[in-house]
């Protein structure tokens, strides 16, 4: 479950936590090496509940092993999680928490809301994302007509 809180709280796909190396971390700056698609690699900073979530998993989760990988199995022989396997435990996470099964991009599609709730803009979404170009962001611009009803007014002469 550690596991899953650091790939909602960074918006991480499955291959990119399944890449994730602890050299990749650094603690001292404050900072994550991702490496996603087309194995570009981007220094991003680390989040402080992000941060939490992956001490959490690496103190108390992550079995001691040689593995260099961030994210093993607990199972012995320890071995690197695949992409596969990191979907395997993201739909049994949502099975336990009564969610459909819907793979990683969940987690990618819910900090996308959250950040647009809090204000952020679609290019600042982007960049956490890690999109290359802005129609993969612009997914996102959904009109949020809960959010919009306080504010619109009355039609005028509706109400006669």
Known sequence: MRSCRCLARLGLRGAEAAGLQLGDIDWRAGEIAITGKGSRTER????ALAGEALAAWLEHGRPKCESR????TVRRPYRPLT???????MGRACERSGLDRRGTHRFRHALATEMLRA?????EVGQVLRH???LSTSIYAKVDQNALRPLARQWPGAGQ
């Open 44 to 47: 991003l900073p680390l989040p």
């Open 69 to 72: 990988s961030a994210f093993v």
């Open 83 to 89: 992409p596969e396997s990191v979907r395997a435990v």
């Open 119 to 123: 204000g952020a803009s679609l290019p």
């Open 132 to 134: 290359r170009s802005q």
